[in-house]
């Protein structure tokens, strides 16, 4: 039996958008089933299913009431029919049908609404959305992310955090950088956001918070000389994170900055705050404020009216949590250690350095270049030496390089500078550099021993150990005398050096 619906209804743009409504629903429901039963399908096929269907499948239905109001205004202009309001009577079989389609299409409609919404939303604040979807464009933060201690911490806890304003301002911006990857619009490497971060109070110490009080911590840092032994130097260091005992709260020690009694704030020369020449301690218990300014780069007082100043948070020194591109020196020497590339071919740390410091234009160019450079190295130079090591670390490199260096995106260490540390970006030695000076005299110190002790140093069979409760003087694994003192790390290292 044929289905009697009104007469507006029947006309080629409904007729369309009723097609294309079915078509999208089964599609969905289809696709559906395939990922969630079989598992198949991958973060594209998430992208299909709860945006770009459903997208068709609400265009098709707007453009069945468009096509019946479009057909009755025509026969309207032409005087086929008089104008006047829609009418339902349900005594008449073909509005009767037409009701019922509308209402049983409506409760469906609105199901499949609630749980595609549902589903939606829970896609687009997933990790593999954020790291898969714009793939060339996002793969450098997602390896790296991959990598990192926070691998298990999904983007939109650090990146959103809770509440709707900044779900909406996600949203917004998240629509802007669909717009530039479409129009090939984006800067390259992509700039860290530290604008639009939300405040590490909110995200970071929903974890990590302040009133846990850590003591202090041992940490061994492995290096490798560019020689051709590739001399093992370690540095035992016990770091200061907080006091000798965690009973004590933070009364010293690396995480004193967050001490809840004080507060540190500071204004930075550039957005990107590697640089900081003002900075102003405030006791809250005591109300005594101290300002330090640094004596080569003071600021202008009336530039200074117009400059933000910044509380010291998390995010001031850990901030690459999640996303650090490990310099060649560091990636290199943890290989070693972990065997992923053989410390026992001569001269492997320093070929490996001068292979990183070269420029590419792809990954698969420079993986090239290292198969290349490191055969014909241990062909001309140590032929005699077992070509599956060589092989073992062309491989290793190639993965450590991969995962820290990405050509295309022209992103690398030195791109995003890492707080954390003093080695190849000044970091700590922003502020503690002997250099900021308050007007009483008082110097924000570049003492070594005020965030940790170095316990034993120097190649591993020959270790200068110090005794219990006492701390050794830095030795510096090439003989430079005291130039160590006098200089900053990063004025000699930049990420290729041992």
Known sequence: MKLKLPESSYNWISLIGATIALISLFMIIFLFFISTIFDRGGSYLGLVIYIILPAFLVAGLILIPFGMFWKKRRESKHGKSEKRLPMIDLNDERHRNAFTIFIVGTILFLFLSAVGSYEAFHYTESVEFCGTVCHAVMEPEYVAYQHSPHARVSCVDCHVGEGVDWYVRSKLSGLRQ????????????????????????ETCEQCHWPEKFYAQKFRLER?????????????????RIGASHSAFGLQEGIHWHINPDIKI????????????PWVRYTNLKTDEVTIYEDQDNPLDPEAMANMEIREMDCMDCYNRPSHNYKPPANFVNNAMTAGIMPRELPELKSISMEICSEEFDTREEANEYIRNTMTEFYEDNYPEHDKSLVERAIIGLQTEYNRNIFPEMKVKWDQYPNHIGHLEFNGCFRCHN????SVEGKVISKDCNQCHYITAQGPRDNLQVASINESLEFIHPTDIDDAWKEFLCTDCHTGLNP
């Open 265 to 276: 704030e500071y204004i930075p020369s550039t957005e990107k705050r590697v640089e900081i």
């Open 178 to 201: 669909v717009y530039a990857v479409l129009a090939n619009t984006y800067p390259k490497p992509i700039p860290t956001p530290i604008t639009d971060l939300r405040p590490a109070r």
């Open 434 to 437: 002997d250099m900021h000076m």
């Open 223 to 239: 290096h490798y000389l560019n020689d051709e032994e590739n001399t093992e130097w370690d540095i035992y260091l016990t770091m």
